[in-house]
Each structure stands twice: as structure tokens, then as C-alpha cells.
């Protein structure tokens, strides 16, 4: 699967903004789907994942309650929207597939997307 990030930008703390993740093929809702980033000078760092069908998420500490994820299979694209940001969620954004394990526990993923920077100004 190839995954293309978008939607990232700059924008002002406490604005919002909708990362879109669009999948190829056409299996995309066997694919549990996750969101990571990294900052400047960091390591990656989880986000939030989401099940096949959508009936399950988690968040990281950092993010629950500010961010959420969601997914539409028919249009084989998963979504974060990002409210109430600070300058501290500036990170460039990953979308990751995979389709060998099942749930949201495991942060495993095997496949990655390019990125899209997100940049949150104070």
C-alpha cells in the first residue's frame, strides 16, 4: 500500500487543523492505520491508531481529548483532526498501515507515508 499524506500547515495555538491520509488499492479497511510524529530533534513518537473498521481508537496522553481520529473505508482515507493546538504538537506527521496484526494495541506498523509538517505558532 502507498500512503500520501496532506493537510498540514501553519497555523496559530489553539487553532485546528484535519490531517487527510489517502491509501492505494483497494483493501485499504484490512489495514489498521496509525498517525506518528517526530519534531525537530526527536525521535517519532506515536499519535493515535485506529482498527479496520473504525470501532476502535487510542490516543497518546499528549493528544487525548485535542485530537481525533477517524477513517472513511469507501473512500479509503484516514483522517486527524486537530483541535486546540499547541506549539508543542509542531512535528512533521506520519499516516503508517499494516495489515498483519489486529486491534490497537501494538504500535507496530509496516508501512509509512511521507509526511506533512505541521507548524503551530504561539
Known amino acids: 500500500v502507498q500512503l500520501q499524506a496532506y493537510g498540514g500547515g501553519l497555523v496559530q495555538a489553539g487553532g485546528s487543523l484535519r490531517l487527510s491520509c489517502a491509501a492505494s488499492g483497494r483493501t485499504f479497511s484490512t489495514y489498521r492505520m496509525g498517525w506518528f510524529r517526530q519534531a525537530p530533534g526527536k525521535e517519532r513518537e506515536f499519535v493515535s491508531i485506529i482498527n479496520r473498521s473504525g470501532s476502535s481508537t487510542d490516543y497518546a496522553d499528549s493528544v487525548e481529548g485535542r485530537f481525533a481520529i477517524s477513517r472513511d473505508n469507501a473512500k479509503n482515507t484516514v483522517y486527524l483532526q486537530m483541535n486546540s493546538l499547541k506549539p508543542e504538537d509542531t512535528a512533521v506527521y506520519y499516516c503508517?498501515?499494516?495489515?498483519?496484526?489486529?486491534?490497537?494495541?501494538?504500535?507496530?506498523?509496516?508501512?509509512w507515508g511521507q509526511g506533512t509538517l505541521v507548524t503551530v505558532s504561539s
Open positions: 503508517a498501515a499494516d495489515s498483519r496484526r489486529y486491534g490497537i494495541s501494538s504500535r507496530s506498523f509496516d508501512y
